[in-house]
Nanobody, 126 residues
C-alpha cells in the first residue's frame, strides 16, 4: 500500500508558475514509476508527466512539454512538478500517480495507475 499526498496547487494568473509536490509514504516506492495526471471538468483524466525512481528518466505529454519540469528527491520520497508559463487551459485537478514495476513513457494511460493521490486544484485565470 502506498499513500500519495499532493500539495502546491492554487490560483495564478496566466504566465505565472506553480510547483506541485507529491509526498509518498507506506510501502517503498523505489520500484515505482511516479507521475502526474490532470482532469478538467468534462474532460478525461490525462497524462502530464512521469519519472522513474530507478533511472531518472522523464516523460512529458505534449501539453506541458517545454513548460513543465518533473523532478524527484528520493531522500524525501517526493516528486515535484514545476509548472511555468501557465495557461488557462492548464486549469484542472492535478493528481499524483504511481505504478509498480512498469513504465509507459510519454503515453501512460490513466487506467494503468496503481495508486492515486487526492488531487490538488490548479486554476489559471486569464
Amino acid at each position: 500500500q502506498v499513500q500519495l499526498a499532493e500539495s502546491g496547487g492554487g490560483l495564478v494568473q496566466a504566465g505565472g508558475s506553480l510547483r506541485l509536490s507529491c509526498a509518498a509514504s507506506g510501502r517503498t516506492v523505489s520500484t515505482y514509476t511516479m507521475g502526474w495526471f490532470r482532469q478538467a471538468p468534462g474532460k478525461e483524466r490525462e497524462f502530464v508527466s512521469g519519472i522513474s525512481w530507478r533511472s531518472d528518466n522523464t516523460y512529458y505529454a505534449d501539453s506541458g512539454k517545454g513548460r513543465f519540469t518533473i523532478s524527484r528527491d528520493n531522500a524525501k520520497n517526493t516528486v515535484y512538478l514545476q509548472m511555468n508559463s501557465l495557461k488557462p487551459e492548464d486549469t484542472a485537478v492535478y493528481y499524483c500517480a504511481a505504478v509498480l514495476k512498469a513504465s509507459y513513457g510519454s503515453s501512460w494511460p490513466a487506467n494503468l495507475v496503481d495508486y492515486w493521490g487526492q488531487g490538488t486544484q490548479v486554476t489559471v485565470s486569464s
